[in-house]
């Protein structure tokens, strides 16, 4: 059996002791609770009523206005990564529906911390641990004070949600199958939430990592970095998108490309993050404000070519007045053949070149920038 390797990011946050003590003026640090929490909803268990009130969204939702709700943020490493383009994508079925394709549910977490004080050969010290990111509970499994994801069950008698993701120590996981309740299919949206993936909170026990770093005996943080190391792959070969063998390399819908050569059977996704600075002595969490730019476009592409050129220092009083207008030409696509600049009556220069998105005249072939009046 051969397998794909799908590279992924992997991003990491550090939480040290003066953020969470709340030492600086900001007070303790804290972040954006879950978008939804299915464990304030009505249930009946064994004759006890639990949560009552009314069985409505309003307070499912209730944290899902920005910055509603907050909780503290814990001291140590979280960890967060992206699941594959080709994965996050849905595409409408026949029925009309979004298909959203599965995921892995299966995530092997290596940490490697390096200490360069010993002269010689430096030690290295490494821990790994097992996520099942479908893996349901009825209690929550995650560290004290980290709020878990928790996602809905159908309503019938009894609790009817479930706390999402389980972590074990690799030396102690082992395969539990269908033993044990699990979120199916386990995509990109989880329960349905277009952001669920890509939102820390609500997927911190999915794909997501929150490392205390409690048991490093001895750490010396002034020579010593931490790296991750995060691969993902199916428990099962049925939900892989490669493992029934007929998807074949540059035409397929996750835009996967390989040697034709090889016939890969497996998905796993990988990815680093590497030379992590860690001591918990350290406020990572800066309160003061930071200047902000912003940048506001008809299209994203204009808007980063805006922001782009006024980073370059281009304006429409400087020498640089095309910066920005090369910047979109070279993200349409448009500077597959050299542009031809010619005066123009109702603009300072017009550009010739192959139509872009946004011509006002598509069949022209030109575009132009309105004149800019003071």
């Keep these: 059996m051969s397998s794909l390797i799908v590279p992924i990011d992997v991003a990491a946050l550090c939480v040290g002791s003066p953020d969470v003590s709340g030492a600086d003026p900001g007070g303790p640090a804290r972040a954006v609770a879950p978008r939804a929490d299915f464990s304030v909803l009505p249930y009946l268990a064994g004759g006890t009523p639990h949560n009552r009130g009314p069985y409505i969204s309003?307070?499912?939702?209730?944290?899902?206005?920005?910055?509603?709700?907050e909780v503290p943020l814990l001291q140590g490493i979280h960890l967060h990564w992206a699941l594959p383009t080709g994965l996050s994508h849905g595409i409408q079925g026949d029925d009309g529906r979004?298909?959203?394709?599965?995921v892995p549910d299966r995530w092997l977490v290596t940490r490697v911390v390096v200490d360069t004080s010993t002269e010689?050969?430096?030690?290295?010290?490494?821990?790994?641990?097992?996520?099942?990111?479908?893996r349901l509970s009825a209690t929550p499994t995650a560290p004290p004070g980290l709020q878990q994801p928790t996602v809905p069950m159908a309503p019938t008698p009894g609790q009817n949600f479930r706390y999402l993701g389980v972590s074990?120590?690799?030396?102690a996981w082992h395969e539990a199958g269908r033993t044990v309740e699990r979120l199916k299919p386990l995509t990109a949206v989880g329960y349905g939430e277009p952001a669920f993936a890509g939102f820390y909170p609500s997927s911190a026990t999915s794909f997501g990592f929150y490392d205390e770093?409690?048991?490093?005996?001895?750490?010396?943080?002034?020579?010593?970095?931490?790296?991750?190391h995060v691969a993902g792959w199916y428990a099962s070969?049925?939900?892989d998108p490669l493992g029934r063998g007929n998807v074949s390399t540059g035409d397929n819908r996750y835009g996967w490309t390989w040697?034709?050569?090889?016939s890969p059977t497996a998905t796993i996704c990988s990815g680093v993050v590497a030379g992590i600075t860690w001591n918990p002595a350290t406020a990572y969490l800066a309160d003061k404000a930071q200047p902000l730019t912003l940048a506001v476009a008809d299209t994203g592409p204009e808007a980063l070519s805006t922001l782009m050129a006024s980073m370059l220092g281009g304006s429409q009083t400087s020498g640089n007045?095309?910066?920005?207008?090369?910047l979109n030409a070279l993200q349409f696509g448009l500077l597959s053949k050299p542009p031809r600049w010619t005066p123009s009556r109702r603009s300072r220069r017009r550009c010739t070149t192959p139509a872009s998105p946004r011509s006002p005249e598509p069949r022209s072939g030109a575009w132009s920038r309105p004149p800019i009046r003071p």
Excluded at 321 to 326: A, G, I, M, S, W
């Design 259 to 262: 040697d034709s050569k090889l």
């Design 237 to 239: 070969a049925a939900a």
């Design 168 to 171: 074990f120590d690799l030396p």
């Design 213 to 228: 770093l409690a048991d490093l005996a001895g750490y010396q943080p002034a020579s010593s970095t931490v790296s991750y």
């Design 58 to 69: 309003a307070n499912v939702l209730a944290n899902s206005a920005a910055f509603a709700a």
């Design 120 to 134: 010689g050969h430096a030690p290295v010290l490494t821990r790994s641990w097992v996520i099942e990111s479908d």
């Design 98 to 102: 979004q298909d959203f394709p599965a």
């Design 321 to 326: 007045q095309d910066t920005e207008r090369l």
